[in-house]
Structure formats: structure tokens, C-alpha cells
């Protein structure tokens, strides 16, 4: 059994920053691609960013690169998505998710493990 619970997201004006954690149970984590994900009100899903077991690949989706950071802690068997310079449009529930294998992976369609989502709001 696999569960991934989110946390850390909130209110934060344009300018700020949040850190989003998620928690995975579970004794596969280390072979886990890890990715984030976003639904904007209206909007389809999306990839945020995806990291491999190791942490040695990540991806980010062009409007998030070089303001957010995904990382992974193994030993505490977390994932986190560091995002700074928040705008409006960042706006979203942001979903972790998981997927069985080494290679990094940011298709949707290819995760197995979903979280329930955090709500990330910014504010102008």
C-alpha cells in the first residue's frame, strides 16, 4: 500500500515563496520518480516538475524553471517542490504523485501513485 500526503500549502502574496512537502508510506519509495503536478480552476492537470530515485534528473515545466526547486530526502521518504518568486498564476491544487521505476518521468499518464493535492493560492 502507497499513500502520499501532501502539506505546506497556503496564502502567500505575489513575491512570496512556499515549500510544499509530501510524505510517502510505503517501503518503495527509493525506486520512485517523484513528481509534482497542478490543476488551475478551469485548466487541465499539468507537470510541475519530476525527479528520479536518485535525485540526479529532474524536470521543470518552462514557466517554473529557475523559481522552483524539487528535491527529495529518501531517508525521510519525502519529496518537496521549494517555489519562489509566486505569481498569480502559479495559482493551483498541486498533487504529488509516484511512479514504479529509475527513468525521470513527467507524463501524467505514467504516474501510479496520486496524493489528494494542496491548495496554493497567490494573491497580487
Known amino acids: 500500500q502507497v499513500q502520499l500526503v501532501e502539506s505546506g500549502g497556503g496564502l502567500v502574496q505575489a513575491g512570496g515563496s512556499l515549500r510544499l512537502s509530501c510524505a510517502v508510506s510505503g517501503r518503495m519509495f527509493s525506486s520512485f520518480n517523484m513528481g509534482w503536478f497542478r490543476q488551475a480552476p478551469g485548466k487541465e492537470r499539468e507537470s510541475v516538475a519530476a525527479i528520479t530515485w536518485s535525485g540526479g534528473s529532474t524536470y521543470y515545466t518552462d514557466p517554473v524553471k529557475g523559481r522552483f526547486t524539487i528535491s527529495r530526502d529518501n531517508t525521510k521518504k519525502t519529496v518537496y517542490l521549494q517555489m519562489n518568486s509566486l505569481n498569480p498564476e502559479d495559482t493551483a491544487i498541486y498533487y504529488c504523485?509516484?511512479?514504479?521505476?529509475?527513468?525521470?518521468?513527467?507524463?501524467?499518464?505514467?504516474?501510479?501513485?496520486w496524493g489528494q493535492g494542496t491548495q496554493v493560492t497567490v494573491s497580487s
Open positions: 504523485a509516484a511512479k514504479v521505476g529509475y527513468a525521470l518521468e513527467y507524463r501524467e499518464s505514467e504516474y501510479q501513485y
